[in-house]
Structure formats: structure tokens, C-alpha cells
């Protein structure tokens, strides 16, 4: 744990002072040895890089940790086996940023730390979709989580849709958006400094920084729930590009026998995997709507029908992986959105069509799925408003 205290305004760094408070940031706490191999300094530039940002209350000396038991330097014999080390630090709550998702028909938030921590999270539904309407409702969101701490750094804003660099909405096709100044109408509302990106991004990013992707240079997040999205993180970087955000991967062919998309594609990854499809699949053959995660119920309970729609599903997510597999070549497929857990209750259909994608010679992706939900993608939008902040870009 940090030691107590309020910790300065930070303050974008360059060189390798903003690669040390990055890694503390991202890893910490860290003892000053094993700071010192991350970034391959010697033990006198680290010294020399890491007071001004200690005096300056960037980093904070953290409870002492027992160096040898912990990082292993140190080996029988050695002088130094077992000594305290004095692991660096940030303090989390020195900062708090808010995160929010908007879809067709709510604003989702949390309001979270300096290191993506969640604190409180709060909902609202739109009763309109035009930008002045949901911009209000963000409004009041941000609003009422920044009443719960003692001061919001930044806001985030995540988006089911194309974001241009400058919080330009280019189309959201859930809110019938083009062309929108989204962080412009929220700055006027919020009086805070506000960023904006897709939403699949911002998971990825969140995944990257703070979740399952720590620790992989590379990797890739494929999302399930109203759409279908992929983020992609090579050599220790978010691939972005003009047409990221765009939802490319959602009607990539799965099943050539599958249903039939909003578009008309039949068997797509939006026809196949998205939660209203596969509610609207079981309502067809039922007679009665059920909703997403009942359906789930209903195919882990035994329900002939429900597993049958449900493995359907979890095949063509296998197929999905394999083909992303294929092409990004990730150490990790994080599974996510708020449909995710199709991956858990259809895991056995999942591996079936991964493994038939797949080059016999070649090793699986580990999986892992997140925990699903809303104010998942609510946090990778704060994430977004902290690399921000912290990067000063």
C-alpha cells in the first residue's frame, strides 16, 4: 500500500523520467532494483531520475517489501538476502477520473482512481438520442459521481461508433449520429476537460493498461454484446488507424448456414454472436422473447432448445478467434463486452471452432474472458481520460 497523502498535479513527462513513472504507474509498487531492470538504467540514473519525481510527490516510498523474497536478486549467501526494500509508488486516489458509456438507449459511469479502480458507478436512461439530450444526461452522470470524491481530474467518453481524434462523433449508428461535436457539447456542460474515443478502443486500452493484456506485448480484446468489435495491441501499442472504430470485424462470414443480419449478411459475426441476434434466434423458435443472459440460463440449465442457439454461437466465437489468431498473431485474446459470457457457458462449442481454425502445428491463444458488463466499458472510457491526462496527449 502507498502511504497517505495528496499528491501534486501530474505533470506530462518526457524521456526516461515518463518511461519510471509509467511503469510505476502500470506495475508498481516497485523496489528501485527491479525499476531499474525494466528500463535499464543503472542504479545512479535511477537515483538521479527518481528524486525530483519523489519531492514532487509524483511517486511516494511505499511500505517496505522483502527484496530478495519478492523480485529473487539476491541468492544464499548473499548480504543483501532478505533485506527491505523500499518499493516507489503512486497514490491512486490522489486523482479520480470519470468513465462513460453511451449506448442506444442509457449513459453508463463509474467514477475511478489514478489506476482504473472503481469507486462508485452510477446509470440513467436516455428518454432521447439527439446530441443535445444525451449530452445532458452524460452531464448528470458526471455530475453526480464527482459529488462522491473529493475532486474529478478528467472525464472519459466511450462511444459505439467512429471517434476522430478531436471528440468528433463521425457516425454512431446505435444513436443515429454523424458528424457530432461530442466533447465540445460536454465541456460546455461539464466545465472539465473531456476526451472521447470508441468504445472498443477504450476496452482495449483499459485491458492494456490495467487488465489482462499487462504483461503481453502483444495481444487482442474481441468484444460480444450490442455489436461486435476487435482491438488489437502490438510490440506494446494500441493499432489505431482512419478506420478503426468503424466495427470491420462484425460481419465477417462465420457460418454460410447461419442467420441473417440487420444488413442482410447471412451468418456474420453480427448475425451469429450479437446478444439481440441471438435473443431474437430463440424468440423465432420459442414463440415468446427472452432476454440475453436468460437465454444463458436457460442453456446451462439443459434447455434443448437455448443450447442449441447458444453452441451455435460459441462455435462461431471459436471461428472469430481463430481468424483473429491468424492474422494479429496475439500471445492473449481477451473476450469481452457485456455479452462475454457466452465464451463461459458455450466454452466447450468455443474451443471446437477455434481449434478447426487453426493450423494443426499451431499453438492456441490462452483465453481469457472479463467480466462483463457496462461499467466495464464505463472504465475503459476513464482509462482513456487518464492516459490522456497522464500522457499529455
Known amino acids: 500500500m502507498a502511504t497517505s497523502g495528496t ?48 519531492e514532487a510527490g509524483l511517486l511516494v516510498e ?18 543483501r538476502r532478505g533485506r527491505p526494500a523500499q518499493p516507489l509508488d503512486i497514490v491512486p486516489d490522489a486523482h479520480h477520473f470519470v468513465g462513460v458509456k453511451v449506448t442506444g438507449d442509457a449513459v453508463h459511469g463509474v467514477v475511478t482512481t489514478l489506476r482504473a479502480e472503481v469507486v462508485a458507478s452510477a446509470a440513467r436512461p436516455l428518454a432521447g438520442r439527439t446530441p443535445a439530450e444525451v449530452a445532458d444526461v452524460v452531464a448528470e452522470i458526471v455530475d453526480d459521481l464527482a459529488a462522491r470524491v473529493a475532486a474529478v481530474t478528467a472525464v472519459g467518453v466511450s462511444i459505439g461508433g467512429h471517434v476522430l481524434p478531436d471528440g468528433t462523433v463521425q457516425r454512431a449508428p446505435f444513436l443515429g449520429w454523424t458528424d457530432v461535436p461530442l466533447t465540445a457539447l460536454l465541456q460546455d456542460r461539464t466545465a472539465r476537460p473531456v476526451v472521447a474515443a470508441n468504445d472498443v478502443l477504450a476496452l482495449t486500452e483499459a485491458t492494456h493498461w490495467f487488465g489482462e493484456g499487462r504483461g503481453h506485448d502483444q495481444f487482442a480484446v474481441v468484444t460480444v454484446g450490442a455489436g461486435v468489435g476487435l482491438g488489437v495491441v502490438a510490440h506494446d501499442r494500441l493499432l489505431t488507424g482512419p478506420n478503426a472504430g468503424l466495427g470491420l470485424l ?27 441476434s ?35 454461437a460459441g462455435r462461431a466465437l471459436g471461428r472469430l478467434v481463430a481468424v483473429v489468431s491468424n ?31 487453426l493450423d494443426p502445428l499451431a499453438v492456441p491463444p490462452e483465453l481469457a474472458v472479463q467480466v462483463s458488463g457496462f461499467d466495464a466499458w464505463a472504465r475503459g472510457a476513464a482509462v482513456i481520460a487518464i492516459q490522456t491526462y497522464v500522457l499529455g496527449a
Open 7 to 54: 499528491a501534486q498535479p501530474w505533470v506530462p513527462l518526457a524521456g526516461q523520467s515518463h518511461r519510471l513513472a509509467l511503469e510505476v504507474l502500470r506495475h508498481g509498487p516497485l523496489s528501485r532494483a527491479e525499476l531499474a531492470r525494466r528500463t535499464d538504467l543503472s542504479a545512479g540514473s535511477l537515483t538521479r531520475l527518481t528524486k525530483p519525481l519523489v
Open 62 to 79: 511505499a511500505g517496505p517489501l522483502v527484496e530478495a523474497g519478492l523480485l529473487g536478486e539476491a541468492g544464499p549467501g548473499d548480504p
Open 250 to 276: 462484425g460481419h465477417h462470414l462465420l457460418d454460410p448456414l447461419g442467420p441473417l443480419c440487420p444488413q442482410g449478411h447471412r451468418g456474420c459475426a453480427t448475425a451469429m454472436l450479437t446478444t439481440g
Open 278 to 312: 441471438i435473443e431474437r434466434q430463440v424468440a423465432a423458435a420459442r414463440g415468446d422473447s427472452v432476454p440475453y443472459d436468460d437465454v444463458l440460463d436457460l442453456a446451462e440449465a439443459g434447455d434443448e432448445l437455448a443450447r442449441h442457439v447458444v453452441d451455435d
Open 327 to 357: 492474422i494479429a498473431l496475439p500471445e492473449v485474446v481477451v473476450l469481452g463486452g457485456e455479452g462475454a459470457r457466452l465464451a463461459d457457458v458455450a466454452r466447450a462449442a468455443l474451443d471446437t471452432g477455434l481449434t478447426g481454425g
